[in-house]
T-cell receptor, first 118, second 113 residues
Framework: GAVVSQHPSWVICKSGTSVKIECRSL??????MFWYRQFPKQSLMLMAT?????????EQGVEKDKFLINHASLTLSTLTVTSAHPEDSSFYIC??????????????FGPGTRLTVL | AQSVTQLGSHVSVSEGALVLLRCNYS??????LFWYVQYPNQGLQLLLK??????LVKGINGFEAEFKKSETSFHLTKPSAHMSDAAEYFC???????????FGGGTRVLVKP
């Protein structure tokens, strides 16, 4: 149980295009999902917290108009990188918080999406 | 505010030797603490977590960690390293269930045969 998937696992796009990344909780409901960004050989940096049915909360320094987050259901959150540029190339990881867990409900992480912008 | 410091960005150990990864945290409230492992081009896998129960926490793959409030530490250990332990390890803290995690800088473990 507690599986989180991401799609696509990798994507290459041209500069100026938009890319959508999906994060799904496969066997549990998640009111909250988190989006992280990881540069090579660096730690994870939280970009935003995505809450089902409401606007995402962005961390300081993250452009909300560039990184659009939609959390339309309890099992799906999407991150759209708009007008992507080479500096947006990174590894994007999502995590989901299990709504039903009675003990401390850890976050379950997706496998990540490697974005390369040419 | 909360923060996590992992001492040593790289650790090299011989196969069969003790693995010790250091993590110190700061938090204004009693924290929840986690250790995750990441293999190349993959997401994070939970090794173990501290949630105010036992201070010595046992996790998967033979890892364990001890919460020491007086030292604000949560160091990760494994008595005998295996080649498959070569990976990146992250310590993380949060102050409430379901809240956002703050990660340390990570420690890359190299296991020598």
């Amino acid at each position: 149980g507690a599986v989180v998937s991401q799609h696509p696992s990798w994507v290459i796009c041209k500069s100026g295009t938009s890319v959508k990344i999906e994060c799904r909780s496969l066997d549990f409901q998640a009111t909250t999902m988190f989006w992280y960004r990881q540069f090579p050989k660096q730690s994870l940096m939280l970009m935003a917290t995505s809450n089902e049915g409401s606007k995402a909360t962005y961390e300081q320094g993250v452009e909300k108009d560039k990184f659009l987050i939609n959390h339309a259901s309890l099992t799906l959150s999407t991150l759209t990188v708009t007008s992507a540029h080479p500096e947006d190339s990174s590894f994007y990881i999502c995590s989901a918080h299990d709504l039903a867990a009675t003990s401390y409900n850890e976050q379950f992480f997706g496998p990540g999406t490697r974005l390369t912008v040419l | 505010a909360q923060s996590v410091t992992q001492l040593g960005s790289h650790v090299s150990v011989s196969e069969g030797a003790l693995v010790l990864l250091r993590c110190n945290y700061s938090s204004s409230v009693p924290p929840y603490l986690f250790w995750y492992v990441q293999y190349p081009n993959q997401g994070l896998q939970l090794l173990l977590k501290y949630t105010s129960a036992a201070t010595l926490v046992k996790g998967i793959n033979g890892f364990e960690a001890e919460f020491k409030k007086s030292e604000t530490s949560f160091h990760l250990t494994k008595p005998s390293a295996h080649m498959s332990d070569a990976a990146e390890y992250f310590c993380a803290v949060t102050k409430a269930a379901g809240n956002k995690l703050t990660f340390g800088g990570g420690t890359r473990v190299l296991v020598k045969p």
